[in-house]
């Protein structure tokens, strides 16, 4: 069957939403959140159409897939990280927001223990019982991850379709974006409720245990926390956070590299090791510390000659990444536009130099972002090795810095980039269709 989703996107996989900065306010607690419902009830000040247009779309496309009306839709948003790379396992700060996209998921109950799910993305069918199954290193692997984490009984099999407008390994969080869309479809469909830090859990779970990348938490807490029109300021030892008001005059761009490495899950685990093996050689001078979040420069310093020079760049990153989101959070809060940009920047620097995770392109579209008058601040964003970048830019001038980051990239790299223009979206939901 043809992808009826087409239509939605532009060329280079994103899409330019209708401008929907005035997005609604989320409905109670728990209960499943309805824009046009809210909207009515002047909860909200206008509706996001273009999620509209897409639950509409996900919901005929499911209709012509198993000739019936799906009984739950829910959506989980993408995020895009402002700044606080690879701090997330090290106890430390992250400043993230959701993005508009996300990905929907569309289902109802069968009477039977079946289970078929269909991805409008990659036009694959996966299916097996609700008691038996495996990791396959499929998509279906996030599906079962959070099956086998959900601490109610899966009552009947049921038949979903999945659609995501976030490109895939983009370093958006599609990963946990289906994650947290699937737990909220099944608290759905399964009518259970689950507290919205043990939902971000069991997502975390499912992708470190089942899945086996050994994330973060940001992701997965991103898109269960976010609230519209904010940064969520989060520290990752305490989960404390704040909401953060993102300023309405800016527009967040994201630039997709258009690569993709397949040694990301492995880079990614290695990055894991080398700063717990700094972690490790300052304890032997410092036992009380937990995380490199309790670490100072002083202290690694000290510890140095017990680590190899790898571990250290990766722990000296960690360090002054925490100090940087703290430091742009205050920036932020005076509009500091001078060291908000200077702090991406070196945010990017310590990424790329310390961490390791960037590449020549990468590195190029921060620099030819940054360098351009409306752009407020550019950096690498989720784990890097490939992905994004994220800029923030002057509402307004989307279509212009696309066309002149484009035009750049294209002739240095002979690549071509994608975009997506966002505003800090709201969190996950889902509703009864009937
Ligand atoms: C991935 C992980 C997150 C975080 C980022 C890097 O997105 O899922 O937990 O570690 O990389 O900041």
């Excluded at 078929?116 to 998509?139: H, M």
């Excluded at 001078?285 to 670490?295: A, N, Q």
């Excluded at 800029?391 to 279509?399: D, L, Q, V, Y």
Aim: glycine letters at 8%; one cysteine or more; charged letters at 30%.
């Amino acid at each position: 069957m043809k992808n009826g989703f087409q239509k939605f996107l532009l060329p280079g996989g994103g899409y330019i939403s209708k401008d929907a900065e005035e997005i609604p306010k989320q409905g109670e607690k728990g209960k499943g959140y309805k824009p046009w419902e809210a909207f009515q009830k002047g909860i909200g000040k206008s509706v996001p159409l273009m999620l509209c247009e897409v639950k509409e779309k996900i919901t005929s496309v499911f209709k012509t897939r198993f000739g019936k009306k799906p009984g739950v839709v829910s959506f989980a948003p993408g995020r895009v990280n402002i700044i606080g790379g690879h701090t997330d396992y090290n106890g430390g700060f992250v400043l993230p927001v959701a993005l508009k996209q996300g990905t929907y998921i569309a289902g109802a109950k069968r009477k039977d223990k079946k289970i078929i799910v269909y991805s409008e993305n990659l036009n694959e069918k996966e299916a097996w019982k609700t008691e038996n199954y495996e990791k396959e290193e499929s998509f279906g692997d996030f599906i079962r991850g959070i099956l086998k984490f959900f601490p109610f009984e899966i009552t009947s099999g049921f038949e979903a379709i999945i659609y995501s407008d976030l490109p895939m390994s983009s370093g958006l969080s599609s990963s946990a974006a289906l994650e947290i869309s699937f737990l909220y479809f099944l608290m759905g469909l399964e009518g259970r409720k689950i507290d919205k830090i043990e939902a971000v859990k069991i997502a975390r779970r499912a992708e470190n245990e089942f899945v086996g990348l050994q994330c973060g938490i940001m992701d997965q807490f991103t898109s269960v926390f976010a609230e519209e029109g904010h940064l969520l300021f989060l520290d990752t030892r305490n989960l404390k956070y704040k909401h953060i008001p993102f300023p309405n005059i800016w527009k967040i761009a994201v630039v997709d590299s258009g690569i993709r490495r397949e040694l990301r899950t492995s880079e990614y685990n290695k990055r894991r090791e080398e700063c717990k093996m700094a972690l490790k050689a300052v304890k032997s001078l410092y036992p009380e510390v937990m995380t490199l979040r309790d670490v100072s420069e002083e202290m690694l310093f000290e510890a140095r000659k017990f680590m190899g020079n790898t571990a250290f760049r990766r722990a000296m990153h960690v360090i002054s990444e925490n100090q940087r989101v703290v430091e742009f959070v205050e920036y932020l809060g005076k509009m500091d536009l001078c060291m908000i940009e200077k702090t991406m920047k070196l945010a990017h620097q310590s990424l790329s130099e310390d961490f390791d995770v960037s590449l020549p392109e990468l590195d190029f579209l921060v620099e030819a972002a940054s360098s351009l008058p409306y752009v407020y601040g550019a950096r690498l964003t989720g784990a890097g090795f490939g992905g994004s970048i994220v800029a923030i830019i002057k509402k307004g001038k989307e279509k212009k810095f696309a066309e002149e980051v484009e035009k750049e990239y294209m002739e240095r790299f002979s690549r071509k980039a994608s975009f997506i223009f966002s505003y800090p979206s709201f969190s996950a939901y889902y509703e009864y269709t009937s």
